[in-house]
């Protein structure tokens, strides 16, 4: 009887730890399709000679771009486009739900009205990709020095641009919502980090190459190393860091006896309760007038033009950039947070189950006491974030850092490292309990 328990606790075991292998192994599969598909060129462009070109834009708008997608931009993917176009759509649909009670309410319907929401994202990604891809192949070839980087510039070439940028983009997202399913983490999150990721050894090879030729010197080097450390230390802490408030039960009586329950426990709030999505929502704003002014480029080569002002005033490092960029991460984590997290469903729950605050009456004073406690958290986090993503502009601009370090590229990094190594913890946590659970069920058995 004891060989046959062991057998069976072994095989569940294997079945256990089989299953993380498998999400582990297709994130791991989807994300090698991803960089596959990084590497294939939209036909009839020259990517050899578009590369050349897009390295002189060392520390201006495309270069972000560029990294966002992974490279896909420099070599002409058609997977250019990225996932920009999504998150472009995803800031217009939470807008709306914002703005409209109708749209509002699918938020409150649950699984379902988070599917139809998901589903009228997915549908505006398809339009607002497939006009930033009409945009993008007809502004390429009026470019200075691009029109030499099509072979044949036909209306054929139009439409297998337009198409081959469209697909790889629903593709992409195909590919995200798998991984989200079947794979770890959140898929879009992932794949934006490993587009940052995969620029990260010629980065180290042109760092260590600078410095060899004394373009770098070595306390710079150091200072950006022990800077590059402290950001990745002080974003781990935040991300970890929660605010509890203390949460007292009162006492039930059933059958005439009191309940066995714990009389407190606590409600976990999180400092960066909206995670990466203002730095990710607030550059694909920045980016959307940079990517329109980029189909109207014969204007930009008139000085005096309103377009060149934008153009040259948008780039990063740039004062009027970093007021707008530093307004759309407070504006986007005020709003996002006030999204993720309802205080009055919080405090109403919380009646429901016999809590409260000590000292704050149950209701509408249970909602305030909490919500001012959000905004005093969220004003932290915004200064957080803020400080994130525009500490790296200044080095750019101080240390000359030869390679794109974004804040917004460092801290999707750290998070969704976090976030998958949370998933993964969860998981086997799980399994666990279903492990002991079926050990209990085995004994009854007996």
């Not at 192994?25 to 994300?31: D, P, R, V, W």
């Not at 990604?125 to 993008?136: D, E, K, N």
């Not at 109403?348 to 406690?373: C, H, M, W």
Request: proline share 3%.
């Amino acid at each position: 009887m004891d060989k046959k328990k062991s057998k069976l606790n072994f095989k569940n075991k294997i079945t256990n730890f089989s299953e993380i292998k498998k999400r582990i192994f297709f994130l791991i599969f989807s994300l090698i399709i991803f960089r596959l598909g990084s590497f294939i060129p939209i036909p009839g462009v020259d990517t050899g000679s578009l590369s050349k070109i897009l390295k002189d834009q060392h520390g201006s708008m495309i270069e972000m771009f560029n990294v966002f997608s992974g490279g896909s931009l420099n070599r002409a993917s058609i997977f250019s486009l990225g996932i920009m176009p999504y998150i472009s759509s995803s800031i217009i649909i939470q807008l709306l739900t914002f703005i409209y009670p109708s749209w509002k309410e699918l938020q409150k319907e649950g699984e379902s009205g988070r599917i139809k929401i998901n589903q009228y994202t997915k549908f505006l990604t398809v339009f607002i990709s497939f006009l930033q891809a009409i945009g993008i192949s007809l502004s390429v070839p009026n470019l200075p020095g691009m029109k030499s980087l099509i072979f044949h510039i036909d209306f054929y070439f139009y439409i297998i641009a337009v198409v081959s940028l469209v697909t790889g983009t629903i593709f992409l997202i195909w590919i995200g919502d798998l991984i989200t399913e079947y794979g770890l983490g959140n898929g879009i999150s992932v794949i934006i980090f490993s587009g940052i990721i995969s620029n990260l050894p010629s980065a180290i090879i042109n760092t260590l190459e600078e410095l060899r030729i004394k373009n770098l010197s070595l306390i710079n080097f150091l200072i950006i190393i022990i800077l590059i450390f402290s950001i990745i230390y002080l974003v781990v802490f935040i991300e970890r860091s929660q605010r509890k408030i203390i949460i007292n039960y009162s006492n039930r009586r059933h059958n005439g006896y009191f309940n066995s329950f714990k009389n407190s426990s606590y409600l976990p709030l999180k400092i960066n309760m909206s995670g990466v999505i203002p730095a990710i929502f607030a550059s694909s704003v920045v980016l959307f007038p940079i990517t329109l002014i980029s189909w109207f480029k014969e204007n930009i080569l008139d000085k005096n033009s309103w377009c060149n002002f934008i153009f040259l005033n948008l780039q990063p490092g740039q004062p009027i950039y970093i007021f707008i960029y530093t307004f759309l991460i407070i504006f986007f984590c005020f709003f996002y947070t006030n999204l993720a997290f309802n205080s009055r469903e919080t405090s109403d729950n919380l009646k429901k189950s016999g809590a409260f605050i000590q000292g704050v009456r149950p209701g509408e004073n249970t909602s305030n006491y909490i919500k001012k406690i959000m905004f005093k958290l969220t004003f932290i986090n915004t200064i957080y974030i803020v400080f994130i993503c525009l500490l790296p502009e200044f080095m750019r601009k101080m240390i000359n850092v030869p390679f794109y370090f974004g804040g917004t590229s460092l801290l999707i990094v750290v998070v969704v490292i976090i976030d998958l190594i949370s998933q993964l913890q969860t998981l086997l946590l799980s399994k666990q309990y279903k492990l002991s659970f079926k050990r209990a069920n085995l004994n009854l058995k007996k």
